[in-house]
């Protein structure tokens, strides 16, 4: 499969046009993504959340390019970082990344070229226009895109794929979204009982009257009952002989709230979040805000963020930079920081101990560097290696020679 024509196409569709001499791909323009999957993001608040925790989380990190842990810089991390394409930020890029891949499963976007083989743009692409391809006599993975004037295939190296978990026979991530299926079900249902109640308990009243009237007779009582109730704002009164008595509905019964407390935490086991980032916290309780997130960063951060990193480095950087020693990586510090006296007893040790130099303290705390010695790395003066000739420690030394000075003046 040759893809260099194919990849111009599409790179001549996402900046001239979607339309052209030859191809066509106006059924993309002003659809509604994600089909079944948008619908339910913008009508399930639990999924809402849960989805706009993981996308905004992830694309809030800082990204950056490093080269033997110093950061550095080049054309496709400018890209990446400053500019995926002409309509987004890196913000946008991650967020529809990680929302497409947290509705339909995968997300997916298109390396365009520049005339020297770089990377000019990273387009996103609808989920439902691309399927993956097998191809058995090379054993690689093409991506097939569906455009209104045929298929265009494409070689995975091309493409950033991020995704769900997956079978052994597909590398297409299962939707979370389907997944929940059943549990969404039921919610809808729940939602939809407790409107109906909610609509008609403001409507029950009980009327007594003093003496026996006939079906007749009451059917004009409740009619009248029912006007004037409507034209007068709820306002009642109530004639002698007759008594009016709203009856108690209670529409929130305790198994509502149960199973909204269920399906909160079946939509947290799916997205592998913890289920207080969902409003449930009953029953849980957290020394710190350092442990509440830690607890999201290893359970779900990590493994997310590792997929990016690895599809970033695999794709966007060539060979020879990653045996240089280039690697894309997050930096998840902000997250796990802590309160003030927590981060100010992990530097005060840092420094003491000799593996966090001043100005690495001010570069955590996003502050400039001074330079000079706070750029050098310190010792306690109370602390030596174990190995050290005692007599050669500061305390043993002053010792010495105050014996020394004392049998002197003897």
């Known amino acids: 499969m040759k893809t260099g024509f194919q990849i111009a196409t599409i790179r001549a569709a996402v900046t001239t046009g979607w339309t052209g001499s030859n191809f066509n791909f106006t059924r993309w323009i002003g659809r509604r993504f994600w089909g079944i999957e948008n619908s339910t993001l913008s009508t399930n608040e639990l999924i809402f959340t849960a989805i706009t925790k993981k996308s905004e989380t992830l694309a809030s990190l800082p990204l950056k390019l490093y080269q033997n842990h110093d950061a550095v810089t080049n054309d496709v991390a400018d890209v990446l970082i400053n500019s995926p394409n002409v309509n987004m930020t890196e913000f946008d890029f991650i967020r529809l990344l990680e929302v497409c891949r947290n509705s339909a499963g995968n997300g997916y976007a298109i390396k365009i070229p520049d005339l020297r083989g770089g990377v000019e743009q990273l387009v996103p692409l609808d989920p439902s226009y691309v399927e993956e391809v097998f191809d058995t006599k090379t054993n690689e993975l093409w991506y097939k895109i569906m455009g209104s004037n045929g298929d265009y295939y494409i070689h995975n190296l091309d493409i950033l794929h991020v995704k769900h978990i997956h ?3 597909s590398w297409r991530g299962i939707s979370p979204i389907r997944v929940l299926t059943n549990t969404l079900k039921f919610d809808k249902a729940v939602k939809e009982f407790s409107i109906s109640e909610m609509e008609q308990a403001p409507n029950s ?26 034209e007068n704002g709820g306002v009642l009164f109530q004639e002698p002989g007759v008594e009016i008595k ?3 509905r209670k529409f929130v019964a305790a198994d509502i709230a149960s199973a909204e407390k269920i399906t909160a935490k079946r939509i947290a086991n799916v997205f592998s979040m913890p289920v207080h980032m969902l409003g449930e916290g009953e029953g849980q309780s957290f020394g710190s805000l350092e442990q509440l997130m830690s607890e999201f960063v290893v359970m779900t951060l990590m493994p997310i963020v590792k997929q990016y990193e690895q599809e970033f480095n695999r794709k966007l950087l060539t060979r020879d930079e990653r045996k240089a020693g280039y690697y894309f990586k997050f930096n998840m510090n902000a997250l796990l920081r802590g309160d003030t006296a927590a981060r100010t007893a992990m530097y005060h040790s840092g420094i003491r101990d000799s ?20 750029a050098e790395l310190w010792i306690s003066g109370d602390m030596y290696p174990l190995d050290m000739d005692p007599t050669m420690r500061k305390s043993t030394s002053s010792s010495a020679n105050s014996s020394n000075n004392n049998n002197s003046s003897t």
């Not at 009327?207 to 009619?223: R, T």
């Open 167 to 169: 079978g052994a026979n």
């Open 205 to 230: 009243f009980i009327l007594k009257y003093g003496a026996n009237v006939d079906e007749e007779k009451q059917a004009q009582v409740v009619e009248q009952f029912r006007q004037f109730y409507a």
């Open 246 to 248: 709203e009856m108690d």
């Open 355 to 374: 593996w966090l130099r001043p100005d690495d303290v001010r570069e955590l705390e996003d502050l400039p560097p001074i330079g000079g010695k706070a």
